[in-house]
Protein backbone atom coordinates (compact mmCIF):
# COMPACT_ATOMS: atom_id res chain seq x y z
CA UNK A 1 0.00 0.00 0.00
CA UNK A 2 1.27 3.50 -1.10
CA UNK A 3 2.53 5.82 1.58
CA UNK A 4 -0.27 9.04 1.61
CA UNK A 5 2.40 11.71 0.60
CA UNK A 6 2.67 14.12 3.78
CA UNK A 7 1.36 17.91 3.36
CA UNK A 8 3.60 20.90 4.48
CA UNK A 9 1.02 23.58 6.10
CA UNK A 10 1.02 27.02 4.89
CA UNK A 11 3.31 28.23 7.96
CA UNK A 12 6.03 25.77 6.83
CA UNK A 13 5.96 26.30 3.19
CA UNK A 14 5.76 29.75 3.40
CA UNK A 15 8.94 29.90 5.40
CA UNK A 16 10.53 27.30 2.50
CA UNK A 17 9.64 30.24 -0.16
CA UNK A 18 10.94 32.95 2.03
CA UNK A 19 14.22 30.41 2.60
CA UNK A 20 14.39 30.46 -1.28
CA UNK A 21 14.03 34.20 -1.53
CA UNK A 22 16.80 35.03 1.32
CA UNK A 23 19.11 32.47 -0.82
CA UNK A 24 18.69 34.71 -4.28
CA UNK A 25 19.39 37.63 -2.29
CA UNK A 26 22.71 35.61 -0.85
CA UNK A 27 24.00 34.93 -4.27
CA UNK A 28 22.73 38.46 -5.56
CA UNK A 29 25.51 39.68 -3.01
CA UNK A 30 28.31 37.17 -4.08
CA UNK A 31 27.64 34.03 -2.34
CA UNK A 32 27.35 30.62 -4.95
CA UNK A 33 24.22 28.94 -4.96
CA UNK A 34 25.97 26.24 -3.16
CA UNK A 35 27.74 28.39 -0.48
CA UNK A 36 23.86 29.93 -0.11
CA UNK A 37 22.26 26.45 -0.08
CA UNK A 38 25.00 25.71 2.75
CA UNK A 39 24.72 28.80 4.75
CA UNK A 40 20.58 28.52 4.74
CA UNK A 41 21.03 24.73 6.06
CA UNK A 42 23.46 24.96 8.17
CA UNK A 43 21.62 28.30 10.06
CA UNK A 44 17.63 27.28 9.52
CA UNK A 45 17.29 27.82 13.46
CA UNK A 46 18.85 31.79 13.35
CA UNK A 47 16.35 31.79 9.57
CA UNK A 48 13.61 30.55 11.10
CA UNK A 49 13.87 32.97 14.08
CA UNK A 50 14.19 35.76 11.36
CA UNK A 51 11.00 34.56 9.61
CA UNK A 52 9.08 34.69 12.64
CA UNK A 53 10.45 37.99 14.18
CA UNK A 54 9.30 39.85 10.31
CA UNK A 55 12.43 40.23 8.23
CA UNK A 56 12.63 40.40 4.54
CA UNK A 57 14.38 37.76 3.37
CA UNK A 58 16.62 40.97 1.83
CA UNK A 59 17.44 41.82 5.25
CA UNK A 60 18.14 38.16 6.55
CA UNK A 61 20.79 38.05 3.87
CA UNK A 62 22.28 41.18 3.99
CA UNK A 63 22.63 40.35 8.38
CA UNK A 64 24.47 36.87 6.57
CA UNK A 65 26.47 38.66 4.11
CA UNK A 66 27.81 41.23 6.64
CA UNK A 67 28.49 38.58 9.27
Known sequence: MAKKKEEL?????????WC???EGFL?????TQAQAQEFIEEDIENL?????DGL???EA?????SD
Open 9 to 17: DEETLALIH
Open 20 to 22: IEV
Open 27 to 31: VKGGA
Open 48 to 52: TDQFY
Open 56 to 58: TPE
Open 61 to 65: ANIAL
